[in-house]
């Protein structure tokens, strides 16, 4: 059974930082890639950046050169440092799997076969 345990998340200032932790377990490292994904209130769900089992990145363009994400399958977690933090990025953000086989689309929440419970990030002076 997949499991994807969020934490980190919080009340942060404008132009703050956070790094956000994810704990997972339960599937076959080598075939899944790890992704952050947000959800606004009253938008839709959107991959914000995510990282193959072999360590390549595909970042949004909103986020691009602000943060990054690393991945330790020995310790089982996949971290997310948010730099930079502007009010539109509060959001609830979920880690989740895609199959490696779709890395170069890890983004797209339709390729998701799990997700994580979410934590809350608020930005907010």
């Known amino acids: 059974q997949v499991h994807l345990v969020e934490s980190g998340g919080g009340l942060v200032q404008p132009g703050g930082s956070l790094r956000l932790s994810c704990q997972y377990s339960g599937f076959r490292l080598d075939d899944f890639a790890i992704g952050w994904f947000r959800q606004a209130p009253g938008k839709e769900r959107e991959g914000v950046i995510c990282i193959g089992s072999r360590g390549s990145t595909t970042a949004a363009d909103s986020v691009k050169g602000r943060w990054r994400t690393t991945r330790d399958d020995a310790e089982m977690t996949v971290a997310l440092q948010v730099d930079k933090l502007k009010p539109d990025d509060t959001a609830v953000y979920y880690c989740?799997?895609?199959?490696?086989?779709?890395?170069?689309?890890?983004?797209?929440?339709?390729?998701?076969?799990?997700w994580g419970q979410g934590v809350q990030v608020t930005v907010s002076s």
């Open positions: 989740a799997i895609s199959p490696q086989l779709f890395v170069k689309k890890c983004l797209d929440p339709n390729h998701v076969q799990a």
